[in-house]
């Protein structure tokens, strides 16, 4: 069960490996940054629910990476909520947000309508910033618009990793988010591949068997709960634990530097008409002013 102490609402990230080394499992939980994001861009519940799922997959994802690395995933649907935006780093530090904030849809079957809410026409878009000349990049199609098993199958897909991926946020409309977190587990490349086969068998037989993550997560459990469940009876072993947060990486210079990218003739155009620029970030919706004085300073 989760801590009841000090340190009960701080959001977390572990990772394992199976002792052989060919199966890493990653469960983590984001209540806090999930509420943050969420507060920030004042979601109604379905667009909340899947911001957390994404803010959550982010996570996972940047876990992978190395100190330095950055990940970006972009969900492009053809209905109300248009588009989700999460970056991450290796770090832990993730933000997001949705293109319609307000988007809400009727449950359907008792659950959260996040597939209707995102369409089924459209693509997941991850851009990876490796510190390399140019970022990879990779590109599939939704595959359901539940966003846990788009991310599986972007995976499986282009980067031909076979992976599993639960994620779950709940949200009470009176309350907030009360719940969110997921896991990731994947079968990596092994010698012993009758070996490897069998454990990939017995956690995917656990995955299915097990309550839904949201139904977990309201229960108490934690990122090491997830885990135990999914490797039960395969040896595993700890490689890391890092807290999670909903950071945004904006500032006053870049925005200055954004607003450099528009040329010297676009600037005088808004100093002329204008007077000044207000700019948001998208991210945390921080506010930038910029004065007539500070935008002349770009042109000169």
């Known amino acids: 069960m989760m801590n009841t102490g000090e340190d009960s609402f701080t959001d977390y990230l ?10 890493r499992g990653l469960a983590c939980v984001t209540t806090a940054l999930t509420q943050e994001a969420c507060r920030l861009h004042n979601t109604l519940p379905t667009a909340g629910v899947a911001l957390g799922r994404a803010l959550t997959g982010g996570a996972l994802m940047g876990a992978l990476l190395k100190s330095g690395q950055r990940v970006a995933l972009k969900f492009e649907g053809s209905c109300p909520l248009k588009k989700i935006l999460v970056e991450a780093d290796s770090k832990g530090a993730v933000r997001g947000y949705v293109g319609e904030p307000q988007a809400d849809l009727p449950p359907r079957d008792g659950k959260f309508d996040v ?3 995102m369409g089924r026409a459209g693509f997941l878009t991850v851009n990876k910033d490796l510190g390399m000349k140019e970022p990879y990049r990779g590109i599939v199609q939704l595959y359901t618009s ?19 991926v639960g994620l779950g946020t709940h949200i009470d409309p009176e309350k907030g ?6 896991f990731l587990i994947q079968s990596l490349p092994s010698q012993k591949e ?12 656990r995955i299915q068997s097990m309550p839904s993550v949201t139904e977990t997560l309201r ?18 072993d700890v490689l890391e634990k890092h807290y999670l947060a909903f950071q945004c990486t904006c500032s006053r210079e870049r925005m200055e530097r954004a607003l450099i ?5 676009e600037i005088r155009a ?20 910029f004065n007539q004085e500070e935008l002349e300073g770009l042109v000169l």
């Open 177 to 182: 988010v009360l719940a969110s977190g997921g």
């Open 146 to 164: 539940e966003i846990a098993e788009d991310l599986a199958w972007y995976f499986t897909e282009s980067e031909q990793i076979p992976s599993a």
């Open 261 to 265: 990218t528009l040329g010297k003739e």
């Open 219 to 236: 229960d108490g459990s934690s990122p090491e709960n997830l885990l135990e469940t999914i490797f039960a009876e395969i040896p595993c």
């Open 14 to 23: 572990v990772r394992v490996i199976s002792r052989e080394g060919s199966i």
């Open 194 to 205: 009758g070996e490897n086969e069998e454990m990939t068998e017995k956690i995917t037989l």
């Open 115 to 117: 597939p209707g809410a």
């Open 270 to 289: 808004i100093i002329s008409e204008q007077g000044g620029a207000d700019l948001n970030c998208e991210f945390c919706r921080r506010f930038y002013r």
